[in-house]
């Protein structure tokens, strides 16, 4: 049961953070002043297995403004693309705070079969 909520709890997480990303990269781009500065940034992430942090990258690629470059899990690291370098401190927080604990619910890394 606990699995099952976690799971809808980052379908919804997800599709939020879709909606509000999608919005926040459209007015990036068409706002007058200052054009954004891509960047590359590594970002650790927590105790999930192989499985969740392929599903991090793949979460974080659909989310509009970002994009997984590479998945290390022998350094358990994700290499980003961010569309803008304004807040990349920001980023990985949202990320974190949106996505992690329920991949922690979904792919513990001692859960490994």
Do not use: N
């Not at 909606?19 to 068409?30: D, E, K, P, Y």
């Amino acid at each position: 049961m606990r699995r099952l909520v976690a799971a809808i709890e980052l379908l919804l997480r997800f599709l939020w953070q879709v909606v509000l990303s999608g919005l926040a990269t459209a007015w990036l781009i068409v706002k007058p002043g200052r054009r954004p500065q891509p960047m590359l940034l590594r970002m650790s992430y927590g105790p999930i297995d192989p499985r969740g942090a392929a599903l991090l990258g793949c979460l974080i690629t659909l989310t509009p403004g970002t994009t997984t470059l590479d998945v290390d899990a022998e350094r358990r690291e994700l290499l980003l693309h961010l569309l803008d370098d304004v807040d990349p401190e920001g980023a990985v927080a949202g990320i974190r705070r949106e996505f992690e604990r329920p991949l922690k619910v979904l792919f513990p890394l001692e859960d490994l079969r």
